[in-house]
């Protein structure tokens, strides 16, 4: 069912295009505020408006006052530059916050993706090292802003903003704030003394698309330049799906040796790297848990409150191997013993 607003987005597409659709269809929105839709053109009109491409087409519908869209065509042109699989732009009307792109296809790797399977993850896996090797080595980052200490700790908070008083409805104690306020630092300075790169910022399976060439690369209009880490671990420690931790040190093992061969900063103790990728993946999933409460809370989607858990584990499991992260674990669980009804 597309609403009002969603069927002026496509009647401008149809304008521009100088077409109609056999079809439109929704296509499942992402945790931001834009929305997607699919038309699918005529036999006899697809060739003359997408000359060499599929006969479908995206509409994007985003709210120029929330998600402009300045940083999503900035961009694309970097990534376009480096050859790296991402929508193309047929047609912009910044104004109403509308873009007709490319179609790459309707099949991510999480719908591909099978923790049985590890051979066939291993290939999608590599085809998804050699496109972030790209970015890393080659994308331009001139005048992108930082991954500072003030956006990582801004990231954090929504934990505690949302998540913790929100959902759990946890007032912290002074003690408490001082605790969480010393681990943040701490967490803080591990991202701080990584060698930066440029950083997608949500490289994950669901924005990977199955395409030719693999992978097509989606919702990168947050890059920044940030810890060479923070893709890699958003790869494999994802929200909607969890690999053994044994697998995923092996395949973030295999992406440094790729990395370093490549001329890219990484350390040369395995060590090292691992502690680094363990007190990153940190700050992103408490991020991820604050910003699941918020789109819950905010935003009226509670379905993504359903996935925190994953990440509940995923730090826990980090905190087993990594002792100066106990305080955390103890922290959670103290306040998840004091949680009260949801808020609204």
């Known amino acids: 069912m597309?609403?009002?607003?969603?069927?002026?987005?496509?009647?401008?597409?149809?304008?521009?295009?100088?077409?109609?659709?056999?079809?439109?269809?929704?296509?499942?929105?992402?945790?931001?505020?834009?929305?997607?839709?699919?038309?699918?053109?005529?036999?006899?009109?697809?060739?003359?408006?997408?000359?060499?491409?599929?006969?479908?087409?995206?509409?994007?519908?985003?709210?120029?006052?929330?998600e402009p869209l300045g940083p999503f065509i900035d961009i694309q042109e970097r990534l376009t530059q480096i050859g790296l699989h991402v929508p193309a732009i047929l047609h912009v009307e910044q104004t109403q916050g509308w873009m007709v792109l490319?179609?790459?296809?309707?099949?991510?790797?999480?719908?591909?993706?099978?923790p049985k399977n590890v051979d066939a993850a291993d290939d999608l896996f590599e085809d998804a090292h050699q496109a972030l090797l790209m970015m890393q080595s080659r994308a331009s980052t001139e005048g992108l802003s930082a991954y500072d200490a003030s956006r990582l700790l801004a990231e954090m908070s929504l934990f505690t903003d949302w998540f913790l008083t929100?959902?759990?409805?946890?007032?912290?104690?002074?003690?408490?704030?001082?605790?969480?306020?010393?681990?943040?630092?701490?967490?803080?300075?591990?991202?701080l003394d990584q060698p930066k790169v440029f950083c997608h910022r949500d490289f994950m399976p669901r924005n990977l698309m199955v395409s030719q060439p693999n992978p097509g690369v989606l919702d990168f209009q947050?890059?920044?330049?940030?810890?060479?880490?923070?893709?890699?671990?958003?790869?494999?420690?994802?929200?909607?799906?969890?690999?053994?931790?044994?697998?995923?040190?092996?395949?973030?093992?295999?992406?440094?040796?790729?990395?370093?061969?490549q001329g890219i900063d990484v350390p040369d103790q395995v060590d090292l790297w691992r502690r680094m990728c363990d007190f990153m993946s940190i700050q992103r999933h408490l991020k991820v848990i604050g910003i699941f409460a918020r789109i819950a809370y905010r935003d009226g989607?509670?379905?993504?409150?359903?996935?925190?858990?994953?990440?509940?584990?995923?730090?826990?499991?980090?905190?087993?191997?990594?002792?100066?992260?106990q305080a955390l674990t103890d922290l959670i669980q103290v306040w998840e013993s004091r949680q009260v009804a949801p808020q609204s």
């Open 301 to 325: 989607k509670p379905r993504y409150l359903t996935d925190v858990g994953r990440f509940f584990d995923y730090i826990t499991e980090t905190a087993q191997r990594n002792p100066e992260l």
């Open 222 to 261: 947050d890059a920044v330049i940030g810890p060479v880490t923070y893709d890699p671990i958003s790869l494999y420690m994802d929200a909607f799906i969890s690999w053994p931790r044994s697998y995923v040190d092996q395949c973030l093992e295999r992406y440094r040796q790729q990395a370093k061969a």
């Open 166 to 191: 929100h959902h759990w409805g946890v007032e912290p104690t002074d003690e408490e704030w001082d605790q969480w306020d010393l681990i943040c630092a701490g967490v803080i300075r591990w991202a």
């Open 2 to 66: 597309i609403d009002e607003a969603g069927q002026r987005a496509c009647d401008w597409a149809f304008d521009v295009l100088g077409c109609q659709a056999s079809r439109v269809e929704a296509i499942g929105s992402d945790a931001s505020r834009r929305r997607y839709f699919r038309l699918f053109l005529e036999p006899d009109q697809a060739g003359t408006v997408a000359d060499g491409l599929s006969s479908t087409l995206i509409v994007m519908d985003a709210p120029p006052e929330q």
């Open 102 to 114: 490319s179609d790459l296809g309707s099949t991510s790797y999480l719908d591909r993706l099978d």
